[in-house]
C-alpha cells in the first residue's frame, strides 16, 4: 500500500515565506531556507515552493532561492510560480529541483503540459490548480494566484490535463486555504477517484482530523499545508504518529 505523504508549502514573495487567508491578508512566515531545512529533518516526504507572485510581476522563479533550499534537503522537492516553458523546467531541475508546478501558463497553453512531459517524463510535472466553489455549486479553474475567474469546472480541465501528461494534480481550494476549518472534501474526492494520477489537497488544514478526513473520506494521495506548520501549531513528527494510530500508511 503506497504510504500517504505530507507536504509543507513554502509560499515566496519578496524572498521570504508567507501565509494568506483565502489568497489574501498575506503576513511574514520566516526564513524559507530555515524552514526548509526544519522540514527536511522532521521528515515531511516532501517540499513544495511556490513563488507566488512570479507569475503576476511577469518574472521568472527566485533560481538563486531554489539552490539554496535544495542544497540544504534530502527529500523530493517541487518548485512552482512563472513557469512558461521548458528552459524555464530545465534551469530549476539543474539547480535541484525534482519536479516542477505549472498553473497560469500551463492553463492559457495547454501544449506546455505536454512538451514539459514529452520532455522531462510526467512524473516531473505536477498541475496545481487554484479552484473555487460558486454559487451554482459547481468548482471553477482560477488564475494568476487566484485573482482571475476562468469558466472552466475544475474537473474537466483536472481531466485535460491529464490527458496531456501531468503526473500529479495540486489541488488548492482558495474557499478553504487559510481558514484552518479542513480541506474540501467533495472536490477533492471527485478528482481523486476521477483521475489515474495522485492527487495533493492543499488549502484548509487546521487540524490533525483533518487530515484523517482528507485521507479516508476523499482518498487524497498527499495533503500540503503551510501555516499549522510554519507557526509551529502542528508538528509533522506528532501528526505522522496520529495518522499511524488512525491506520493511516505513512512514513515513520
Known amino acids: 500500500m ?35 531545512i526544519l522540514y527536511s529533518q522532521q521528515g515531511a516526504d516532501e517540499l513544495v515552493f511556490l513563488d507566488i507572485t512570479a507569475t ?17 534537503i534530502n527529500i523530493p522537492f517541487t518548485v512552482g510560480g512563472g513557469i512558461s516553458a521548458v528552459e524555464d523546467v530545465a534551469l530549476l531541475l539543474q539547480n535541484g529541483a525534482d519536479k516542477v508546478s ?12 505536454s512538451d514539459l512531459s514529452n520532455q522531462f517524463g510526467s512524473q516531473c510535472i505536477v498541475l496545481a490548480i487554484d479552484t ?17 475567474k476562468t469558466d472552466t469546472k475544475t ?7 491529464v490527458a496531456l501528461g501531468a ?38 488544514a487546521g487540524t490533525m482530523e483533518h487530515f484523517t478526513a482528507v485521507f479516508k473520506d476523499a482518498g487524497a494521495d498527499a495533503a500540503l499545508a503551510a501555516s499549522i506548520f510554519h507557526y509551529k501549531e502542528i508538528g509533522i513528527p506528532d501528526l505522522k504518529n496520529y495518522l499511524c494510530q488512525q491506520n493511516i500508511p505513512v512514513r515513520l
Open 132 to 148: 473555487k466553489k460558486e454559487e451554482d455549486g459547481e468548482w471553477y479553474v482560477y488564475l494568476n494566484g487566484g485573482r482571475t
Open 56 to 72: 503576476v510581476e511577469k518574472r521568472k522563479t527566485l533560481v538563486e532561492l531554489v539552490k539554496r533550499i535544495a542544497a540544504n
Open 102 to 113: 505549472v498553473n497560469t501558463a500551463a492553463f492559457k497553453n495547454p501544449t506546455l503540459i
Open 155 to 161: 474537473m474537466e480541465w483536472a481531466k485535460q490535463a
Open 167 to 204: 503526473g500529479e494534480i495540486l489541488l488548492t481550494s482558495m474557499n478553504n486555504d487559510g481558514t484552518k476549518n479542513g480541506f474540501a472534501l467533495d472536490i477533492t474526492k471527485a478528482l481523486s477517484t476521477t483521475l489515474p494520477i495522485p492527487v495533493i489537497a492543499s488549502g484548509g
Open 2 to 36: 503506497l504510504t500517504k505523504r505530507i507536504i509543507p508549502c513554502l509560499d515566496i514573495k519578496d524572498g521570504r515565506t508567507v501565509k494568506g487567508i483565502n489568497f489574501e491578508s498575506i503576513r511574514d512566515a520566516g526564513d524559507p531556507v530555515e524552514l526548509a
